[in-house]
Nanobody
Framework: QVQLVESGGGLVQAGGSLRLSCPVSGRTFGVRDMAWFRQAPGQEREFVAVTSWSNDITGYADAVKGRFTISRDNAKNTVFLQMTNLKPEDTADYYC????????????WGRGTQVTVSS
């Protein structure tokens, strides 16, 4: 099992920044990549960003490209999401997820951290 606990959410004004953290514990051997997703009220959960666990490959949703940066610290088993120039439409619950090498879908999920961007 892998445990994920997100933190760093909060209330911020439009144009501001937040940094989300996701420490990863448990059986991390075999994790292929880590991702952030978000779910706004009344909407489906959507992909935000992904990073490989073993190299520097990353990917972003078009809505956040150029504003958000995903990174990881393997020594601390932690994944981060640096969010800048936040917009009210970024308001959502943000979730960290881990996927194993042979998986198509993400296997492990955190409970989420809330981000609210005021206009």
């Amino acid at each position: 099992q892998v445990q994920l606990v997100e933190s760093g959410g909060g209330l911020v004004q439009a144009g501001g920044s937040l940094r989300l953290s996701c420490p990863v514990s448990g059986r991390t051997f075999g994790v292929r990549d880590m991702a952030w997703f978000r779910q706004a009220p009344g909407q489906e959960r959507e992909f935000v960003a992904v990073t490989s666990w073993s190299n520097d490959i990353t990917g972003y949703a078009d809505a956040v490209k150029g504003r958000f940066t995903i990174s990881r610290d393997n020594a601390k088993n932690t994944v981060f999401l640096q969010m800048t120039n936040l917009k009210p439409e970024d308001t959502a619950d943000y979730y960290c997820a881990a996927r194993r090498r042979m998986s198509v879908n993400y296997d492990y999920w955190g409970r989420g951290t809330q981000v609210t961007v005021s206009s």
